[in-house]
Structure formats: structure tokens, C-alpha cells
């Protein structure tokens, strides 16, 4: 299987609109993927929370309709990132989209855990509740975003859900990238998965970013690592691995604590 994360840079004197049609065009590039992977809220810069309300967009706005138009053409699975959504009944959400080879909606995730400590992302944007996976012929994908990397108990769910491969779209800073390395290994050895972990490049509201994105494998070695700048990432992987890899350590069917017992159990 051939992946393809684009670690966009966001520049703060690039329009919206005109990344929105640079990235289509680096996903037509593409071509020949099996999954290409942006990062998250790579439309506004995740720092920049003043820009949130401005720049938020309904779920089928028009980075939906611009990034189903390139994954059709380029023939490819998407995971297009995430967005500020906005719900007419309801918040802002950071929403990550997942598209099919023919343009269609697969998925969407509204992020669970939001960043800020009680500013920023955490009071701008409501609250996902949902775990979503994603079937692709060759693998099960579980999604999350950014800030959930620091929550293992998603990932564990995810992997109940039946996720092989778990992606990670981020807009990750500088200051703590030997924790985004640390944990994208973590979660991969712990959960007996790849891990794609897509960053940005560049400078987000005065915030530089760590870039640096990863393909951790079932057993938490790095496959592939980009530099700081905007770069494509390209890694070919055998998802079959995960399911040798559970066979070989099964270390997951020792598993304890957090999972359901019938009642009365001891």
C-alpha cells in the first residue's frame, strides 16, 4: 500500500482560497496513491483561533467540494485533514473529511479532545463524540486528530473498532515535537498498528510548527520522517503486517483493564 502525506506549509500571506486550490492540485499529484493524507486544519493554521469563526465552513462547504473534486481525479483515497466546521444547529467543529477514489464522502470525525486549557480551541469549538473507522479494500483506518494523540484510550477503541492503521492529521508545534515522535511510536507499539501522523510546516499565529511528519509500523519503527518544511512524505507499507504482528505478540488478547466484564463478575 503507497501513502502520501502532504505536510503543508501555512502562510500567513497565502489566501485561504489560494492554498485550497494549491493543495487540490498537490493531491492531483498524487495520482497513484492509495491514500494521500493532509494535515489538520491546514485551511486556517491551528493556532489561529481568531480565525476560526471567520474562516469556518459548512461540513460540504467549499474545501469538501474542492477536495472530493481531486481525490476523483487523482483516484485516490483522501483524508482531507480537518476543517472549522461550522453546524448551523449547533458549534464550530475541528471536522476531519475522508473521501473515496470517486469523490464520495466516507467519513467525517469531529475531534474529541480540544487543545487550549480552557482557551482557544478548547472553548471555540465544540466536542466530537463519535469514534469513526474507515474500510479501504487494503485496511481498516481509525481516525483522530492532533491533541487525541495524548489520550491512549481512544486509540484502544479505535482498535476495538477493528482500526489497522490509525491517522492522525496535525497541526503540531515546534516546542513539543520530541513528544510527537515519542507518542506516535507509543501508540503504535501499544496498539500493534501503523501510524500515519501528518503535521504542518510553517508558522501559525506566531506559532511555529514541528512539521515532521511520520509512518510508524506495528512495531514502533519509523518507516518514513519528513523535515520541518512543506514536503510530501511518500511510504509504501504492507498492512498485512498488523495482523502478523498480533499473531507473533499477542499482546493485545492480554489486555485487563477497560474491558467490559459481565455483570457480577469477579
Not at 4 to 26: F, K, N
Not at 196 to 222: M, R
Request: proline letters at 6%; glycine letters at 10%.
Amino acid at each position: 500500500m503507497r501513502a502520501s502525506l502532504l505536510q503543508i506549509a501555512v502562510d500567513e500571506g497565502e489566501s485561504v482560497e489560494s492554498r485550497r486550490v494549491r493543495v487540490a492540485s498537490l493531491v492531483r499529484e498524487q495520482a497513484g496513491a492509495d491514500l494521500v493524507v493532509l494535515p489538520e486544519l491546514w485551511t486556517t493554521g491551528a493556532f489561529a483561533y481568531e480565525r476560526f469563526a471567520e474562516e469556518a465552513e459548512p461540513l460540504e462547504g467549499p474545501t469538501y467540494e474542492a477536495m472530493a473534486k481531486a481525490a476523483s481525479d487523482a483516484g485516490v483515497w483522501l483524508h482531507a485533514g480537518s476543517i472549522p466546521e461550522r453546524d448551523p444547529e449547533g458549534p464550530l467543529y475541528n471536522t476531519s473529511l475522508v473521501f473515496s477514489p470517486s469523490g464520495e464522502l466516507a467519513a467525517a470525525y469531529r475531534k474529541i479532545h480540544r487543545f487550549g486549557f480552557d482557551k482557544g480551541e478548547a472553548v471555540l469549538m465544540g466536542a466530537g463524540s463519535e469514534l469513526v473507522t474507515v474500510r479501504l479494500p487494503e485496511t481498516t483506518l481509525g481516525l483522530a486528530t492532533c491533541y487525541d494523540l495524548r489520550f491512549p484510550e481512544l486509540f484502544r477503541g479505535l482498535v476495538d473498532a477493528g482500526a489497522e492503521t490509525l491517522v492522525l492529521p496535525a497541526g503540531w508545534p515546534e516546542r513539543r515535537r520530541s513528544h510527537w515522535t515519542l507518542l506516535a511510536q507509543a501508540r503504535a507499539v501499544e496498539n500493534q498498528s501503523f501510524v500515519l501522523a501528518c503535521g504542518t510546516a510553517g508558522t501559525h499565529a506566531g506559532v511555529p510548527q514541528a512539521g515532521h511528519s511520520i509512518v510508524v509500523d506495528p512495531w514502533g519503527e519509523v518507516l518514513a520522517e519528513a523535515g520541518a518544511g512543506e514536503e510530501i512524505l511518500t511510504v509504501e507499507f504492507d498492512p498485512a503486517k498488523v495482523a502478523v504482528t498480533r499473531e507473533q505478540f499477542p499482546a493485545l488478547k492480554d489486555r485487563v483493564l477497560g474491558l467490559e466484564r459481565p455483570r457480577g463478575a469477579s
